[in-house]
């Protein structure tokens, strides 16, 4: 498959047969969500993983989520709770907690986000799935009785919003920094960060993670409606970017959100940048072995889109059908992306412009596809033209040569990429890749393949894709 599979852990996929069948299945990316762990939790499920890449030899790439400002309420009494539309609940700081004698008490210790609230104010629980109204001002900035506009269920710890209302918090937070210490120290790949306004947060991360002493890539989660107004300027600093659909939902208008899926994903491939769509996938699978018929039609609609990875959450990390959510997409996807490939009727031009690198790409997949190669097999030290040739769309597999084992793992959630750690000691870049194609058991004797590398001219000053070759094994 071309599309990539992330898979969030969690109680339900923490044992090492699971999370191998995940990886056979065709999960290449794991999430750890710090939202609801510290890194530290999942020493054990980070070895796992590290023991797994070694056995079967493949990229694993571990991918710590960063928590963001998102407002979250506090420990509830007895969780999980079932609201009924039209029941009370009452919002307020933990220490109002006595005043309420009967219903469903919500502690918030946050002061500054209950300043202000009024009668008909709206209040969002669990990425929208509970919607309740302020109907009762009981004590001033503290405690407020809130009417249940739908029905749902609540647990510790969810996400709160106040659609409408000004919030302004740091986007890099005391526990994300924390949390990123801790994770570059267990040799996390690469760190996704919640809430991106601009680009401006993304160099906030980066330069925490030079004083930690470690940078790896940073995924740009986009939560917020003035990150999609933000997007080129995003771009330039991401590695790669999550189009993170359930707080979108709630912060721009839901009718928009299928059209801004569209646009976040079309950026992303003119910009080189991998794409992920991600919340509510396969949903109805946290409790079902099977998903709904629009779950199914949802993940065809992402990949038919465009996106290069696909993400499960809950799915994985706390449903009861963890690896039959990770086959079934993989499933949605073998049946849909060879009429995504028919309809794009071959690898994507490049927008008019001068950019060398694009036009190689795109004359390699021209090749690839007129020699009937069985794949296209390129050195990238940097990354760069791999993602260049992912973004045309090949129908070929892309086998990405590299010496360095952090692009490989961030090349993980690039479309129809296979990352190999590759460092022979061989000087030209071509050389490496016959090398490769000649020694590797992936290729018959008389298989075509197409090859792409960059070696420096004495004119040039820095690497780039230069060289395109028809090779024959």
């Known amino acids: 498959m071309h599309i990539k599979t992330v898979a969030t852990l969690g109680p339900s996929c923490n044992g090492p047969e699971i999370m191998r069948g995940m990886v056979e299945s065709g999960v290449r990316i794991f999430r750890l969500n710090f939202s609801h762990a510290r890194p530290h939790e999942f020493k054990?499920?980070?070895?796992?993983?590290?023991?797994?890449?070694?056995?079967?030899?493949?990229?694993?790439?571990?991918?710590?989520?960063?928590?963001?400002?998102?407002?979250?309420?506090?420990?509830?009494?007895?969780?999980?709770?079932?609201?009924?539309?039209?029941?009370?609940?009452?919002?307020?700081?933990?220490?109002?907690?006595?005043?309420?004698?009967?219903?469903?008490?919500?502690?918030?210790?946050?002061p500054s986000l209950l300043k202000g609230l009024s009668p008909r104010t709206e209040v969002?629980?669990?990425?929208?799935?509970?919607?309740?109204?302020?109907?009762?001002?009981?004590?001033?900035?503290?405690?407020?009785?809130?009417?249940?506009?739908?029905?749902?269920?609540?647990?510790?710890?969810?996400?709160?919003?106040?659609?409408?209302?000004?919030?302004?918090?740091?986007?890099?937070?005391?526990?994300?920094?924390?949390?990123?210490?801790?994770g570059l120290q267990m040799d996390i790949d690469c760190f996704a960060l919640s809430f991106v306004r601009s680009k401006d947060d993304l160099l906030t991360l980066k330069s925490a993670m030079r004083q930690a002493g470690r940078e790896v890539p940073v995924i740009a989660k986009l939560e917020r409606g003035e990150a999609v107004q933000a997007i080129d300027s995003i771009l330039e600093e991401a590695d790669a970017v999550m189009v993170a659909r359930g707080d979108l939902g709630l912060d721009c208008p839901m009718e928009q959100l299928p059209v801004t899926q569209k646009k976040l994903i079309r950026a992303c491939r003119h910009a080189q940048k991998p794409a992920i769509v991600a919340t509510q996938m396969l949903l109805s699978m946290v409790k079902s072995p099977m998903p709904t018929r629009a779950e199914a039609t949802d993940v065809a609609n992402a990949i038919y889109d465009g996106a290069d990875c696909v993400m499960l959450s809950e799915e994985t990390a706390v449903g009861s059908y963890p690896l039959e959510a990770v086959r079934f997409i993989q499933k949605i996807a073998r049946e849909t992306e060879p009429y995504y490939l028919e309809r794009i009727a071959g690898p994507y031009p490049p927008k008019k412009g001068k950019n060398p690198g694009k036009y190689l790409a795109y004359s390699a997949c021209l090749l690839a596809d007129n020699t009937e190669s069985k794949g296209l097999v390129c050195h990238s030290t940097t990354g760069l033209t791999a993602r260049y040739i992912s973004s045309r769309r090949p129908v070929q597999p892309i086998y990405a040569l590299s010496p360095n084992k952090d692009v490989g793992k961030l090349l993980n959630f690039n479309w129809g990429v296979k990352p190999v750690f590759f460092d022979p000691p061989i000087l030209n870049h071509m050389d490496r890749v016959e090398h490769f194609v000649q020694n590797s058991s992936l290729f018959e004797p008389g298989d075509c393949l197409t090859l792409t590398s960059g070696q420096p001219t004495p004119g040039q000053q820095k690497a780039q894709t230069n060289q395109i070759k028809i090779y024959y094994k």
Do not use: H, Y
Request: net charge negative; glycine share 8%; hydrophobic share 40%.
């Open 124 to 182: 969002v629980f669990s990425d929208g799935l509970l919607r309740c109204v302020v109907r009762e001002v009981l004590i001033q900035d503290r405690l407020f009785r809130l009417e249940a506009l739908t029905q749902g269920i609540l647990t510790s710890n969810k996400g709160i919003l106040f659609p409408g209302k000004a919030v302004s918090l740091e986007t890099v937070t005391p526990k994300d920094r924390k949390d990123l210490e801790q």
């Open 44 to 110: 054990e499920s980070i070895t796992l993983i590290r023991a797994i890449e070694q056995d079967l030899g493949i990229p694993l790439t571990i991918m710590g989520d960063l928590s963001g400002p998102k407002i979250r309420i506090d420990e509830l009494a007895k969780s999980p709770v079932e609201i009924d539309k039209g029941e009370d609940l009452f919002l307020g700081l933990p220490d109002t907690r006595d005043r309420v004698q009967e219903g469903t008490f919500v502690g918030l210790s946050i």
